[in-house]
């Protein structure tokens, strides 16, 4: 199987060209990773080998259905949840009649879950009995940030594919390939916030002409508050979260970045922040100075929870809540 345009994940290649060349594709997977992983990319390689027509190694990248489907137009290629929104039962109920159509051109109709993990229990059990019960040349690619947060009777109709992250010269090799018209500086600065994740490598080197993304903005201001502000200053920033009807995507990349300035904060503190930004440096230096390397490591795992948390639709409300009490105990 060609997955060359997937960076990195060497175990995971191996293990789908072995299955694939021993008994071929699965009509149900679950691709799972951090957002900017490659789930996308991968899922978008395992379409156009669904529907590819080529002879030899698949996708083949030339036939007609491998061009249709790179290009998003395949009629029989169909997404759900691209646009962010939780998944409803009612779209699984579309869907699940649709796959009883026959395919238009291809074999087989390939339907693509994006952010399948916001489904509601009834959603995924509807989901359930189309992957138990769906016709044989239906198949289904559903993408989650985490697979535990998908019901297990769910998760065992399917094989779960887990992308990681690339090595740092896998990153620098796929940013200088992608964004040639970057200075050397700007790639480098971005293979060292992404942490292998080349999503947010190119997030940032294509928004360096442009305004600073909202959620770098936020969790910048986030960790100001928690270095000099109280308790009521953290209370009302949490609070404007909820006010200003961040969605779930958006408080994930907030505190993906909040994150990163911990890390470059618990560095700073032993006198090690590789971080090259003059901004980021202050902030980080900032918070060293404030917070003791205890307090940030204890930031950082509030962070990792909440981050889980949101992959199982913890509202706004909720997530600004429990930010706001788990940062005022820090202090």
């Not at 239906?138 to 998908?150: M, Y």
């Not at 202050?282 to 929870?305: D, F, H, V, Y």
Request: neutral net charge; hydrophobic residues 40%; contains cysteine.
């Amino acid at each position: 199987m060609n997955l060359t345009p997937l960076a990195g994940n060497g175990p995971l290649k191996r293990q789908l060209e072995a299955e694939t060349a021993r008994r071929g594709l699965s009509h149900a997977y679950i691709i799972s990773g951090p957002a900017g992983s490659g789930k996308r990319t991968l899922a978008g390689l395992l379409a156009a080998a669904l529907v590819c027509s080529g002879t030899g190694e698949i996708p083949c990248g030339h036939c007609s259905g491998c061009k249709k489907a790179m290009a998003g137009i395949h009629p029989d290629i169909s997404a759900i949840g691209a646009d962010g929104k939780d998944i409803t039962v009612a779209q699984v109920r579309a869907l699940r009649s649709d796959a009883y159509i026959k395919p238009n051109e291809a074999g087989r109709k390939v339907y693509l879950l994006h952010q399948a993990q916001s489904m509601n229990q009834s959603a995924q059990n509807a989901m359930l009995k189309l992957l138990e019960e769906g016709p044989p040349y239906a198949a289904f690619l559903l993408l989650a940030e985490n697979a535990a947060s998908l019901l297990p009777t769910v998760r065992s109709r399917c094989e779960v594919l887990t992308l990681t992250p690339v090595t740092p010269q896998e990153a620098r090799a796929w940013v200088d390939t992608h964004y040639p018209q970057c200075t050397p500086g700007q790639r480098q600065a971005a293979v060292e916030h992404c942490e292998g994740l080349l999503g947010r490598a190119a997030a940032e080197l294509e928004g360096t002409a442009g305004e600073e993304r909202r959620e770098v903005q936020a969790a910048g201001e986030l960790l100001h508050q928690l270095s000099t502000g109280g308790e009521t200053a953290l209370a009302e920033y949490c609070a404007r979260l909820e006010r200003d009807k961040w969605d779930r995507d958006g408080l994930d990349k907030l505190l993906e970045e909040f994150g990163l300035l911990l890390r470059d904060a618990l560095t700073a503190a032993y006198g090690a922040c590789p971080e090259t930004d003059p901004q980021r440096k202050a902030l980080a230096e900032e918070a060293s100075g404030a917070l003791k390397p205890r307090q940030l490591m204890a930031a950082m795992e509030l962070t990792r929870r909440l981050r889980d948390a949101l992959n199982f639709n913890l509202g706004a409300g909720h997530l600004a809540g429990w930010l706001a009490a788990g940062l005022a105990e820090l202090r």
